[in-house]
């Protein structure tokens, strides 16, 4: 046993192997907990009418766009109006709009009317999301089921694992920062105000999305959701159906 362990002592070389061999096991056994610590998103892609295709990503075990809609014809053919004048719009008829400062990632914003026509606005297969799955999506990130329903502003940071990274997608705000850890990449497209006008400062700050729901007790009005570059939540409250937001889609 002595001549072994002198053996070992004098033959640098040998050493060096079994401190090399020891380094790569526990390499690999990093790399594994890293692995089971961070599982895969599931994603894939979706076309809709006009020909765009879009990201999907499964949140939740329901498929979600990880792209704002921006279709320009119903599903049934028929085209979706594009109002550009803000007495136009305030007027309220069904139709959508681009964000003057928007990139085509992100998509258009339509009023209720046209999230709601008959005609279907969501590609084939697919449906424009409830509150209901809005606030499934947010329990899937981590939401408590006590936060989620209620109105205003609710949860931690569930907001950043919906928000899209980088500064080209959002604004910096510190401590708060964009990890979309669930694959739902959220832009911040903005909205359209019920008078015409945009919202204010715009995009790379706010981001708004209609649900498929109406709020029962005011008809006039819908349920929607809304991420700002100022904080780590998510926004939830209803508003008159003339206003102009983002659309995500859900697997039917």
Same mark, same amino acid.
Request: charged share 20%; glycine share 8%; with cysteine.
């Given at each position: 046993?002595?001549?072994?362990?002198?053996?070992?002592?004098?033959?640098?070389?040998?050493?060096?192997?079994?401190?090399?061999?020891?380094?790569?096991?526990?390499?690999?056994?990093?790399?594994?907990?890293?692995?089971?610590?961070?599982?895969?998103?599931?994603?894939?892609? /979706?076309?809709?009418?006009?020909?765009?295709?879009?990201?999907?990503?499964?949140?939740?075990?329901?498929?979600?766009?990880?792209?704002?809609?921006?279709?320009?014809?119903?599903?049934?053919?028929?085209?979706?109006?594009?109002?550009?004048?803000?007495?136009?719009?305030?007027?309220?008829?069904?139709?959508?709009?681009?964000?003057?400062?928007?990139?085509?990632? /992100?998509?258009?914003?339509?009023?209720?009317?046209?999230?709601?026509?008959?005609?279907?606005?969501?590609?084939?297969?697919?449906?424009?999301?409830?509150?209901?799955?809005?606030?499934?999506?947010?329990?899937?990130?981590?939401?408590?089921?006590?936060?989620?329903?209620?109105?205003?502003?609710?949860?931690?940071?569930?907001?950043?694992?919906?928000?899209?990274?980088?500064?080209?997608?959002?604004?910096?705000?510190?401590?708060?920062?964009?990890?979309?850890?669930?694959?739902?990449?959220?832009?911040?497209?903005?909205?359209?105000?019920?008078?015409?006008?945009?919202?204010?400062?715009?995009?790379?700050?706010?981001?708004?999305?209609?649900?498929?729901?109406?709020?029962?007790?005011?008809?006039?009005?819908?349920?929607?959701?809304?991420?700002?570059?100022?904080?780590?939540?998510?926004?939830?409250?209803?508003?008159?159906?003339?206003?102009? /937001?983002?659309?995500?889609?859900?697997?039917?």
């Amino acid at each position: 046993m002595n001549n072994s362990i002198q053996f070992f002592r004098n033959n640098s070389s040998l050493r060096f192997l079994l401190f090399f061999l020891l380094y790569f096991v526990l390499g690999l056994s990093a790399c594994k907990d890293d692995d089971e610590t961070t599982p895969m998103l599931e994603t894939g892609t /979706m076309i809709d009418v006009d020909g765009n295709i879009y990201k999907t990503v499964l949140i939740g075990g329901k498929w979600w766009m990880a792209e704002n809609l921006r279709v320009k014809h119903y599903r049934d053919g028929q085209a979706v109006n594009e109002l550009v004048e803000d007495t136009t719009w305030s007027q309220g008829a069904a139709a959508y709009s681009v964000h003057p400062d928007a990139t085509t990632a /992100m998509g258009y914003l339509y009023n209720w009317e046209a999230v709601s026509n008959t005609a279907g606005l969501a590609p084939d297969g697919w449906h424009i999301a409830t509150d209901e799955e809005w606030k499934q999506l947010e329990s899937a990130v981590g939401m408590e089921s006590s936060e989620i329903v209620k109105t205003g502003w609710r949860g931690s940071i569930e907001g950043d694992a919906l928000k899209a990274e980088g500064t080209d997608n959002w604004n910096r705000f510190d401590p708060v920062w964009a990890t979309n850890s669930s694959g739902f990449t959220a832009l911040s497209g903005s909205c359209r105000l019920y008078n015409g006008k945009f919202g204010y400062p715009g995009r790379l700050y706010t981001g708004f999305w209609w649900t498929a729901s109406e709020n029962i007790a005011d008809n006039s009005k819908a349920w929607y959701r809304y991420l700002d570059y100022k904080t780590s939540e998510v926004f939830r409250q209803y508003l008159q159906k003339e206003y102009g /937001m983002s659309v995500r889609c859900v697997k039917d």
